[in-house]
């Protein structure tokens, strides 16, 4: 760990995780391919399972996301956290609906 002013320190998460935000501006799986790559132990506290994360990176990558990170915070997801993991879940709904709207609209 470094340390920073006063005495107080800033951790490797912390970095992490303002890296992980910025990323996730970009593209979810960005952000999630990233968090593989360089913190690993995020996505095996999170799911027990290794092809749970896979199918969220294909699937629903912001739901994923969002889930990895609210359970990184605690070792749960409990309270306002399930509310952002819903709304990741409606916005990753949103855009397989709205796709295929969008594609309807072109024919």
Same mark, same amino acid.
């Given at each position: &760990?470094?340390?920073?002013?006063?005495?107080?320190? %800033?951790?490797?998460? %912390? =970095? &992490?995780?303002?890296?992980?935000?910025?990323?996730a501006?970009?593209?979810?799986?960005?952000? *999630?391919? @990233?968090?593989w790559?360089?913190?690993?132990?995020? *996505?095996?506290? =999170? @799911?027990?399972e !290794?092809?749970?994360? *896979?199918?969220?990176?294909?699937?629903?990558? !912001?739901?994923?996301?969002?889930?990895?990170l609210?359970?990184?915070?605690?070792?749960? %997801?409990?309270?306002? $956290?399930?509310?952002?993991?819903? @709304? =990741? @879940?409606?916005?990753?709904?949103?855009? !397989?609906?709205?796709?295929? +709207? $969008?594609?309807?609209? +072109?024919?």
């Open positions: &760990m470094r340390s920073r002013g006063r005495g107080a320190r %800033v951790g490797y998460r %912390v =970095a &992490m995780g303002c890296l992980v935000v910025l990323l501006l970009v593209s979810a799986r960005l952000a *999630l391919f @990233f968090v790559i360089f913190d690993n132990s995020l *996505l095996d506290r =999170a @799911f027990d !290794w092809w749970v994360p *896979l199918a969220g990176f294909f699937i629903l990558p !912001w739901t994923t996301l969002a889930y990895t609210c359970f990184s915070s605690g070792n749960r %997801v409990v309270g306002f $956290e399930w509310f952002l993991v819903g @709304f =990741a @879940f409606l916005v990753d709904v949103s855009t !397989w609906f709205g796709g295929r +709207r $969008e594609q309807a609209a +072109r024919r």
